[in-house]
């Protein structure tokens, strides 16, 4: 920001921050600063996908497609990172088998994908197949050992397998990657899965420590409130 104070023009700069919006949450402000490095010309291929991003996170899902289907078009172009956004965009419109087809597109370019094989994950946890689940994380966690997105997709399965001390094993591990000031998507939703495994473990002390992150971070959230409330009842 401060670089663009002094150089409002900066690209570069403008790009840098548009990406540093996307892990916050703020797919609004990204989209604005990614299209105000495309005016600046900066590369296509830096801007595209980052800028699908951003439209997902607006919900924005129609003009995500139409980004993703342009890149599809034109020459030598299409890499995983795009076919991954596509296969995110299309899930979300519940088209579950076209989102599957564009992450095993999107792996057959790039096998450690790690945004595809998350795609995988929640494609075979939505058709209730477990064991499919599984192996795709075993997939992700080789191609993405340190991501805090992987660990979190883990802990999720783990818990919808009737795990918790698993789950809430992986949400740690998720947790103790996080290295930010400000609470990410990601760091957010890290914290909410640990704090729920707790719960269900009836550990109170612990899971209350981490709704308190997550009520200061977000405090008119419900499902941290409700979290609260359930511990001071108990």
């Known amino acids: 920001k401060n670089i663009i104070q002094t150089k409002p023009d900066d690209q570069a700069a403008r790009l840098l921050l548009g990406k540093v919006y996307l892990p916050i949450g ?34 924005k899902i129609d003009e995500a497609l139409d ?9 030598n172009t299409i890499n995983a990172e795009i076919l991954s956004v596509r296969g995110n965009a299309l899930l979300a419109k519940g088209k579950v088998e076209d989102a599957e087809a564009a992450y095993q597109r999107a792996l057959d ?23 499919k689940a599984n192996l795709a994380i075993e997939s992700l966690m080789a191609a993405a050992p340190k991501d805090v997105s ?57 899971a209350l420590i981490n709704v308190e992150k997550l009520r200061a971070s977000q405090p008119n959230h419900p499902i941290p409130r409700y979290m609260r409330a359930l511990i001071a009842f108990e």
């Open 109 to 131: 370019l790039d096998k450690s994908a790690s945004l595809a094989l998350q795609g995988l994950v929640k494609v075979a946890v939505f058709k209730n197949k477990l064991d």
């Open 150 to 206: 992987a660990w979190t997709l883990k802990g999720a399965v783990l818990g919808r397998q009737q795990k918790p001390a698993e789950a809430e094993t992986s949400y740690q591990q998720a947790v103790g990657f996080l290295n930010e000031q400000q609470m990410t998507r990601n760091g957010f939703a890290a914290y909410m899965g640990l704090a729920q495994m707790q719960l269900i473990q009836r550990k109170f002390d612990e």
């Open 26 to 59: 703020d797919g609004a402000s990204a989209e604005k600063e990614l299209r105000r490095a495309q005016k600046l010309g900066a590369p296509a291929k830096k801007v595209t996908a980052n800028l699908a991003k951003a439209l997902l996170l607006q919900g």
């Open 67 to 75: 980004i993703a289907k342009t890149i599809e078009q034109a020459a």
